[in-house]
Every structure is written in structure tokens, then in C-alpha cells.
């Protein structure tokens, strides 16, 4: 199999660093996406197709990260896409909102279990902290409970005391609980009366570099009734689950209900637009937040979330995520194993996390995962994959057969490895 | 927020620790110290305290907490000893007076050597030999500082507990290397590569080291054109890289 290399990439990079931080700053750069080694990623896109990207030396590789979530139903789909041109001949962002924004709203109370209303920003964490806010507001308590390795967005409150830039302001009211560890909320509950405004986790936990873990039996539910005892708001951060595992929310998908859910990412296939939902006992607190953004009221996004949600119900796009999902990863741990390696798949199949448990330093996942983008196959090393709808049985067969060869190369390299 | 503890353990378990291989780098300063034979206790108050023995031609440094030395400088508080390495107070000898001598005149050539390539001038940077030996004994303050900082610093123990138990290798392609090895959120240092590394941080060239520890290079690009890579555990390295960023804080 040919193996890919980025002269394009690398000039255009250094043509980066000059004008801009990092070159790349956040989590699509070669530092934070931890392209390890660096040498074997592509660093800038020509264009994106379905389930398909094209980079600037003209390699083409099946996209396993769906720009971290947002690549929901294929790049471009023709529906999302024609909602959008229809919308921008018509106006986009503009002095008054548009009845689209009304729209979105009603397709979101209709199509989310737990939402009583919906409001609009750009980013995840405008809505996480968003639900924060309004928790404080209706409470008048100051905590929030967290999970250890949750992620909930970059704002000061949601990084940590000793990342640069935070103050021990912006983090003295968060308390860290463990995932799964009931007990650990009943003591944090207990410890801190009356000042515990909101719990906040995301649907199952999915951190970086762990393997993710589901919620166990009844977990949910106890954490709910916990909740409503202490008149806590539950919020949930489903910006990376969302519509990947049940269109009427992930709490759904898991049997309760949240006071609040934050969705972003698959909500509008790529289109910049995140939503706040919420019970209707928070509405006139939401209301009174002083909350907003130049941007978020633009009517094309709203078009493409409608467009997106849509299509999401008409062909359930959650269930056929999570099937081609757990095809693939069933055939992922197939190929590993037929050479020896352990490859441990965690998490929901449309959204899975796998890593090669045969060494203790994650060194052969990262030789792997390298292989794998070197020849077409683009995964990161240590995130969440994503599934989307225009993946094809035959995308999966590639992707094994890539999959299989990349296996082969690193156990060449390691003969220490069994089987 | 310098903290003068802090600090003080920086000044001598890192900066002057450097002396170990500045008498081996330098050619001045290891003609300085042939046919030396003196162990140097320095007692700091409230840091743990540290023995520089010179002997057969070279200087060794040890964290200890023996007496057995010939001479003891006592520094009666940690900004003490820091206002010492900045040369504006003296230490006050408790043991070994005969030996005055080779602190006054041999210590003090020595640690003018030391200040010579830590506190570069333009004109060395553009020596090459002298260049080299400045990155290698900025790199050796800067990572032996990293122990100091995530033992003793409020901020430094945060990440420091973040960093998962093991060892991280730290090597400058063809030059030196040294590994830090965490256990419960407590770091310590050595020279030289660890066999069993979870984490891996390689600079591609002296050049790269000076630019980022200088800071004339930003590490985020360089792990980008790969002139800095990493690999394995990468958040014990983000944590640590944490740690790092605060070295500059203590050293200014």
C-alpha cells in the first residue's frame, strides 16, 4: 500500500508559525491532536467530501474525527447544503432574527425529550457555561459538581488551577467527583449544603487518553433523584454525544431527564451553532441572564440545524451511526488481535475510543494509529473517533483492510509482540 | 508568585548544581579545579541541603543531608542564599576555615564561569562551543529545576499530582539527557536516559533546546515542524511542560 507524505502541509505550516500562534493553536493542531509523530499527519485540508478529505499534497483519507463531531451526516450533504443556500440569498446575519431561529426552536422542544425551550450561541462551551450560569442564577449557590476528566469547553471555570491564564478564582467553586462513584456526589452533597447549584457531566464519560466508561445500572437515576432532593440543576453536556446516540437526547438514550442539555457539534452537520435546552422551570432564569453574542442569532446556521435535525429522524441516523460503528470496531479488535495486538474499544460505538493495551506507555497505539494515517485512514490518537451517516460497508471494509496492513508494519517493528 | 523557598531550592539543586558539569564542559574551570580536594556543605534553612565535593579533577554535587565536609556555608534563610547567588550578601562559614582560600579565589573564578554561560552575551551565543555549553547548562537548570518547582510550589504540586507515576526521558539529539521520574506527584531528577520511560520529549538539535528554553522558539510550532517531538503518556508531558513554563518565573 503506497504511504503518504506532506510536503504541502510542512511548507504551509511554517508559512503559519509566522503570523499565527502555534501555527495551528487548539485541538486541530499537530500539538494538542497529539499527531504523534508529526511527520505522519496531514496538517491542512484541499477539501472534504462525505466521509472523505482531501489534503494540499492531494492525499485522500477516509475521516474518522468528522471534525471532532461536527461531520454528522457526510461533508456537504446535498440537503443541509441546499437549506443553506436557500437561507443566504434570503439573509444571514442581520439586525433582527429571522422566524428561522423560531423554527429551530420548535424542531428542538418537538425533537429533544427533556426541552422545554432553546437558545442559541456558536461554540459547546457558550452553552456549557451558559447552563452554569443560569444553575447559579436559579439556585443562588455558587458550586458546581464535575466529573475528573471531564471536559465541558475552554473557559476559565472549565480548565484547571496551574493551566496558564487560571486564577484560583476561576476554579474555587468547581468540586471534582469521581465517574461512576455515586457515593462520591452523596458526600460532596453533604459536604457543601446549600451551596451546590449544579451537577454537570456529559452523558457517559468520555475524557482523553482513558478508556471511556458507560454509566453504570441505575447510575443516572440516583444522580437525578440526588438532584432534585437538593433542588440542584442536572446539566448535561451532550455537545460531543448529541445526536450520535438518540436524537431525543442522551439522557434519554439513558433513561432520565435533564433540568438542562448542551448540544453543538452534530447539530447542524458543520454549520457554527450551539443550543441550550431546558425545562421550563428555567426559562424565565435563562431569560434573565445577560448572555449573548454577535453571531449566534445568524439565520443560516439555524437552517442547517433544521436541515440536519431532519434528516437525523428521517433516517435515524443515531441507530445507523452506532451500527456502522460496531461493525467497524468489532473488525478493528478482529485484525489487532490476528497479530497479536489488543485492541481495546470503549465507549459508544458512534463515538468510540480504542486503545492498544500491550504496552504501558501508549507507544505501539501511537505507531498504529500513525500507520493507519500514512495510508488513508485518518485517526487521532488519543480522542474519541466519530461515525457519520455517509460512511459505507465498503469505507469499513478500507478502513480494515488499512487497518490490518498498519498492524502488520508496527508488529514488524516489534517482534516482542505475541500471537 | 516567586516563592524565596521555592526559589532557594532552584538556586541550589538546579543553577548551582551546574558546577558539576561546568568543570567538565569548561576548560577554564576544570584547569581551576585540578589538584582540589574540598567538600563544600551548603546549609540552607528550610531547603535540604547539598554537598559539592571537588576531587581527582572533578566536582560532584549531592543532595544530602550528611555533614561529612570540610567546609559548611551557612545561609541563615532561604532569601539568604538567594541574595548570594546574586552576589549581594556572603555566606557565613561554621566549619572549615583553613579552606577560605579556595572559596574566596577558586569558588569565586568558578562561579564567575557559571554566570558566564548562564547570563550569555551576544558574543558567546555566537561561539559555537561556548553556545553549546550554554544550552546544555540552561537545559540541566531548567529540567532539575522542574523537581524543585513540583515538590515545593503551590502551582508546581497541582500539576505535579496530575502527572501519572513513571518516568519521562528528556534527550537533545546527539547531546545530553536526563529523565525525571514521578511517584505519588513527587518528582525527581538524574542525568541520562531511563530504560523504562512512559513519556518521551526529544529536541532535534542543541539549536532547538537553546530556541525553546531561550525562548526565541515556541515549542507548540516546533512539535509541528518536528524539531520537538513527543510521544507515549503525552499528558505527563503537558503537565510537566507546565511546570517548565514556570522556571523562567524563579529565574529572572
Partial sequence: MKTYTYPQSQELFKRAGKVIPSGIYGHLGPSQGCYIPTQAFPFFLERAQGAYMWDVDGNRFIDYMCAYGPNVLGYNDPDVDQAVREQMQIGNCTTLPTAKMIELAELLVDTVDSADWAFFAKNGGDVTSFALMIARAATDRPKAILFKGGYHGVAPWAQKLGYPGITEADTENNIYVRWNHFEDLEQAVQQYPGQIACVMATPYHHPIFEDNQLPEDGFWQKVRKLCTDHGIVLAIDDVRCGFRLDTRGSDHYYGFKADLICFCKAIANGWNVSALCGIDGLKEVASSVMYTGSYWLSAVPFAAAIATITKLKQIDGPQTMLEKGKKLTDGLREVGSKYGFDLKISGESSLWFMRITNDDNLVLHQEWVAECVRRGVFFTNHHNQFINCAMTDADISFTLEVAEEAFKVVKERHPEIGG | ?252
Avoid: W
Wanted: include cysteine.
Fill in chain 2, 1 to 252: 508568585m516567586v516563592d524565596e523557598n521555592v526559589k532557594a531550592c532552584i538556586n541550589l539543586h538546579a543553577v548551582l548544581r551546574n558546577m558539576e558539569d561546568l568543570c567538565e564542559l569548561d576548560k577554564e574551570a576544570h584547569d581551576i579545579i585540578q589538584g582540589k580536594n574540598v567538600a563544600i556543605r551548603f546549609s540552607v534553612k528550610n531547603i535540604p541541603a547539598a554537598i559539592m565535593t571537588f576531587n581527582s579533577g572533578k566536582c560532584i554535587m549531592e543532595k544530602t543531608e550528611s555533614r561529612n565536609c570540610h567546609m559548611n556555608l551557612f545561609f541563615k534563610s532561604p532569601e539568604h542564599f538567594n541574595l548570594m547567588i546574586e552576589g549581594k550578601r556572603n555566606p557565613i562559614p561554621t566549619k572549615g576555615f583553613r579552606h577560605i582560600g579556595f572559596l574566596k579565589r577558586d569558588f569565586a573564578r568558578l562561579a564567575d564561569r557559571l554566570s558566564y554561560y548562564l547570563k550569555p552575551t551576544h558574543e558567546l551565543l555566537r561561539n559555537k562551543d561556548s553556545a553549546r555549553i550554554n544550552t546544555i547548562l540552561t537545559a540541566y537548570t531548567a529540567f532539575f529545576a522542574i523537581p524543585e518547582i513540583a515538590n515545593n510550589d503551590l502551582l508546581g504540586k497541582l500539576n505535579a499530582s496530575r502527572i501519572a507515576d513513571g518516568t519521562i526521558n528528556i534527550e537533545i539529539d546527539q547531546g545530553p539527557a536526563i529523565h525525571i521520574t514521578a511517584r505519588s506527584g513527587r518528582l525527581e531528577a538524574a542525568k541520562g536516559k531511563a530504560s523504562n520511560a512512559r513519556a518521551f520529549m526529544v529536541f532535534d538539535s542543541i539549536d532547538t533546546a537553546s530556541g525553546i528554553l531561550n525562548g526565541t522558539l515556541d515549542s507548540y510550532s516546533c512539535i509541528g515542524t518536528g524539531q520537538l517531538a513527543i510521544r507515549g503518556l503525552v499528558p505527563m508531558i503537558d503537565n510537566l511542560n507546565k511546570i517548565l513554563a514556570q522556571v523562567a518565573g524563579y529565574l529572572r
